[in-house]
T-cell receptor, first 112, second 111 residues
Framework: DADVTQTPRNRITKTGKRIMLECSQTKGHDRMYWYRQDPGLGLRLIYYSFDVKDINKGEISDGYSVSRQAQAKFSLSLESAIPNQTALYFC???????????FGSGTRLTVV | RKEVEQDPGPFNVPEGATVAFNCTYSNSASQSFFWYRQDCRKEPKLLMSVYSSGNEDGRFTAQLNRASQYISLLIRDSKLSDSATYLCVVNGGQAGTALIFGKGTTLSVSS
């Protein structure tokens, strides 16, 4: 099994729909992150969590919400999806701020 | 000034060539530095951490210049399999921040 698992891998949804992207990790790390990647814009931080009770907004949190259900699970929700949220979404985890991240395989989301 | 800046490329080189990528960062308080590799439509994967004294991993050498806030990656004897996008990454400099990613430099190695 992968260290960081994201579901679904691909999703097409309609404008206005609520959608949840899920992430789970088996590395036992406290820190988890959600990024989105768009062509030409690189990876941008949406939300991050340093433990179950600590949730922080990133660079582009508007239109998104998160839930840290357990140390191993961190979900990203789009309450009312819009087309400009079409992107590749990555979840990641890290041991602490001095270590690099381990990424999930990504969720390719298309909002039509 | 953008937080992490990289030349987007693309760098097109023949097999066996030596290629160097550069990166600058804006936060002098940053303490952790990395190079990631990303293949098309795949997740970024950690290539190597970058240490103040410089470090080498096989054909890859990373250098850090804190005074100039500059990071480099040198790839020797390029292989076709090195074709990818290379991301320069630094931490935010404070305990409660996340990593900041450059937009990446694209490398294409041809035979």
């Amino acid at each position: 099994d992968a260290d960081v698992t994201q579901t679904p891998r691909n999703r097409i949804t309609k404008t206005g729909k609520r959608i949840m992207l899920e992430c789970s990790q088996t590395k036992g790390h406290d820190r988890m992150y959600w990024y989105r990647q768009d062509p030409g814009l690189g990876l941008r931080l949406i939300y991050y969590s340093f433990d179950v009770k600590d949730i922080n907004k990133g660079e582009i949190s508007d239109g998104y919400s998160v839930s840290r259900q357990a140390q191993a699970k961190f979900s990203l929700s789009l309450e009312s999806a819009i087309p400009n949220q079409t992107a590749l979404y990555f979840c990641a985890t890290s041991e602490d701020r001095y270590y690099g991240y381990t990424f999930g395989s990504g969720t390719r989301l298309t909002v039509v | 000034r953008k937080e992490v800046e990289q030349d987007p490329g693309p760098f097109n080189v023949p097999e066996g060539a030596t290629v160097a990528f550069n990166c600058t960062y804006s936060n002098s308080a940053s303490q952790s530095f990395f190079w990631y590799r990303q293949d098309c439509r795949k997740e970024p994967k950690l290539l190597m951490s970058v240490y103040s004294s410089g470090n080498e991993d096989g054909r890859f050498t990373a250098q850090l210049n804190r005074a100039s806030q500059y990071i480099s990656l040198l790839i020797r004897d390029s292989k076709l399999s090195d074709s990818a996008t290379y991301l320069c990454v630094v931490n935010g400099g404070q305990a409660g921040t996340a990593l900041i990613f450059g937009k990446g430099t694209t490398l294409s190695v041809s035979s």
